[in-house]
């Protein structure tokens, strides 16, 4: 009911003063003890304990609680240890954020925030940015990278011809639809594949499949 998977429950109360179901859990045998960023086994470092937002049950709000010890990993250093429930870093479980994306994408903002009943700037924090280059000729993807350095963009723009604007914005709107779709990938390299492979012309060889010449 609370859409989580591979997790255990411990046990499941109900206070009344804030009207909130906590739900105790921890994660799976094989689970435990890795990093939150790299999901390799680690020792541990220190203990704590912690609370995500999971999906709600009727009019009744619910809570996933659960120990968020911290682990020392080689390649990252200390970082809390993964939970099988939520993305590393986040306060909502898997199932409440991909709720609030399927929402987003067929409602406005301040729908989803009154029907989710949370504050948007809780679901969305900061911005990201994917710089694109577009051949003006073929009107395909040619390159992309996470950022917007202004070293290197400005140039681009020097040298970009006057229908730029007519082939950036369609190009915009695509990835902008494409970021619904990568949204949850902890890298900007998954959309950017999924950029590239939409937009840049580029069709691998499928198994099983007959190339057609």
């Known amino acids: 009911m609370l859409g989580v998977e591979r997790t255990v429950f411990e046990s499941l109360e109900y206070d009344q ?10 994660p799976t045998r094989r689970a435990r ?22 999906l709600d049950l009727g009019t009744v709000k619910a809570v996933l609680e659960a120990e968020a010890s911290r682990v020392s990993c080689r390649r990252h250093e200390v970082v809390v240890a993964a939970a099988g429930w939520a993305r590393h870093g986040a306060g909502h479980a898997y199932a409440f954020d991909d709720t609030v994306v399927c ?7 301040s ?12 679901v969305k924090r ?11 000729d073929s009107r ?28 950036v914005e369609p190009t915009n709107t695509k990835i902008r639809v494409l970021t619904r779709v990568a949204f949850g990938f902890p890298k900007p390299e998954a959309l950017i594949a999924l950029a590239m492979l939409a ?15």
């Open 103 to 109: 929402c987003r994408c067929a409602a406005s903002k």
């Open 33 to 54: 003890g890795r990093c939150g960023l790299c999901r390799r086994p680690c020792p541990g470092y220190d203990g704590g304990d912690g609370r995500w937002r999971a």
């Open 111 to 122: 729908a989803v925030r009154e029907l989710m009943r949370v504050a948007w700037r809780t």
């Open 126 to 136: 900061g911005n990201r940015y994917l710089t694109a280059v577009v051949d003006d």
């Open 140 to 167: 395909w993807l040619i390159w992309a990278a996470s950022g917007r350095d202004k070293a290197w963009t400005r140039p681009l723009w020097a040298c970009s011809s006057t229908s730029w604007g007519r082939i």
């Open 199 to 213: 937009l840049g012309g580029y069709c691998p060889p499928l198994p099983g499949r007959a190339t057609t010449k």
């Open 17 to 26: 003063e804030q009207d909130l179901l906590v739900a105790r859990v921890r």
